[in-house]
């Protein structure tokens, strides 16, 4: 599982992948002699997030297409928020068909280290239009206060 702290995501830049080439090449058929591929081990997927600052709030946002709402949970321990999930295939496809594969069906999760200073009581997770919305309250202590500079009488 994935884990990021917010302080290191002050200048975030989007990620591209390298362009992969698709080869499509013939097969030979099997021999009764030749081994079967190895069963590829279930891997939990990551999560990708979008996180938010605001004055008052910082907001995470993942999108979940394909996840039921009832799939999802959202938890906090100490200064971790975790979000676990999992995407079950399209029923009546048969992915072993497929011959580009970049959709990731399984569970997934994705661990967020918070700052000390927010409202974990009132953290709201919603889903709106197959995305996830975190919205995590700042406390009074966490937002940007503007301190008035005043001038002493002898400035004037």
Do not use: Y
Not at 14 to 25: D, I, N, R, S, V
Not at 50 to 65: F, W
């Amino acid at each position: 599982m994935a884990q990021i702290g917010i302080g290191e995501l002050k200048h975030a830049k989007p990620q591209t992948a390298p362009k992969q080439e698709l080869k499509l090449h013939a097969r030979p058929h099997p021999t009764p002699e030749a081994k079967a591929p190895a069963e590829p081990k279930e891997t939990e997927g990551q999560l990708s997030v979008d996180i938010l600052q605001r004055e008052d709030q910082m907001i995470v946002i993942c999108p979940i297409a394909g996840v039921e709402k009832s799939d999802i949970k959202v938890s906090i321990q100490d200064d971790v928020l975790t979000i676990r999930g999992e995407r079950k295939p399209v029923e009546g496809l048969n992915m072993g068909e497929a011959l580009v594969r970049e959709l990731f069906w399984g569970t997934f999760s994705r661990s967020i280290v918070l700052p000390d200073h927010i409202d974990r009581k009132n953290i709201d997770a919603r889903v709106h239009q197959h995305i996830l919305l975190i919205t995590i309250p700042k406390t009074e202590d966490f937002k940007t206060r503007i301190i008035h500079v005043e001038a002493d009488d002898d400035d004037s």
